[in-house]
């Protein structure tokens, strides 16, 4: 409620800005509540409306206004975002991760803080040129190695991706794995459920 406090009616234009550009972040990071969802999206919507199309201010409210969108589709998430992620949000960049398929191939796929499991999956589907696509999900891949328990190597762990989770926060997963001795992910993988 703070930010919408700071965005109405402030009257500093660069103020303003910078406001908008905070409310941008933390729609894009932190969803709100379903209580609060209705208010906030239509606090955005007419803000947007009622700039000038001139004002510094308004690229910043179309674009929390996206976000929004976007990120109340997934509700909160499991991880915050990292600086680079924030930095590349706020600067309108992508950032990329490797997804591999069952042959072995990989592709290399565009995400950014609000990006869903579902949106990478269609957008994969759109670089293999895959038209029926709704069949196919990605997994997360772990082999479990830990030699002192087990000298033989185990078979690969799939766990199927929920489709609503943001692909920011497997990512994560996958880094706070590699760095755990206990196990190495092998990466996300496209199959068929």
Same mark, same amino acid.
């Given at each position: 409620m703070q930010l919408v406090k700071q965005t109405r009616g402030n009257p500093s234009s660069h103020s303003r800005a910078k406001a908008w550009g905070m409310f941008n972040l933390v729609a894009a990071s932190m969803p709100p509540s379903k209580d609060f969802?209705?208010? =906030?999206?239509?606090? =955005?919507?007419s803000a947007v409306q009622d700039? +000038? +199309?001139a004002e510094e201010a308004k690229q910043a409210a179309v674009a929390t206004w996206q976000a929004l969108k976007r990120s109340t589709k997934c509700g909160p998430r499991r991880t915050l975002p990292s600086v680079e992620e924030i930095v590349?949000?706020?600067?309108?960049?992508r950032l990329t991760t490797i997804v591999f398929f069952l042959d072995e191939t990989f592709e290399e796929v565009a995400y950014d803080i609000t990006t869903s499991v579902a949106e990478a999956v269609e957008q994969l589907a759109g670089l =293999?040129?895959?038209q029926n696509y709704q069949t196919f999900t990605l997994y997360e891949a772990v082999r479990p190695v830990n030699p002192k328990l087990n000298p033989e190597p185990m078979p690969d762990e799939h766990l199927l991706l929920d489709e609503h989770r943001y692909v920011l926060g497997l990512n994560r997963a996958v880094a706070r794995i590699l760095v755990g001795s206990e196990s190495a992910v092998l990466g996300m993988w496209v199959g068929q459920q």
């Amino acid at each position: 409620m703070q930010l919408v406090k700071q965005t109405r009616g402030n009257p500093s234009s660069h103020s303003r800005a910078k406001a908008w550009g905070m409310f941008n972040l933390v729609a894009a990071s932190m969803p709100p509540s379903k209580d609060f969802t209705g208010l =906030i999206s239509e606090y =955005i919507h007419s803000a947007v409306q009622d700039m +000038d +199309d001139a004002e510094e201010a308004k690229q910043a409210a179309v674009a929390t206004w996206q976000a929004l969108k976007r990120s109340t589709k997934c509700g909160p998430r499991r991880t915050l975002p990292s600086v680079e992620e924030i930095v590349a949000h706020l600067q309108s960049h992508r950032l990329t991760t490797i997804v591999f398929f069952l042959d072995e191939t990989f592709e290399e796929v565009a995400y950014d803080i609000t990006t869903s499991v579902a949106e990478a999956v269609e957008q994969l589907a759109g670089l =293999i040129r895959l038209q029926n696509y709704q069949t196919f999900t990605l997994y997360e891949a772990v082999r479990p190695v830990n030699p002192k328990l087990n000298p033989e190597p185990m078979p690969d762990e799939h766990l199927l991706l929920d489709e609503h989770r943001y692909v920011l926060g497997l990512n994560r997963a996958v880094a706070r794995i590699l760095v755990g001795s206990e196990s190495a992910v092998l990466g996300m993988w496209v199959g068929q459920q």
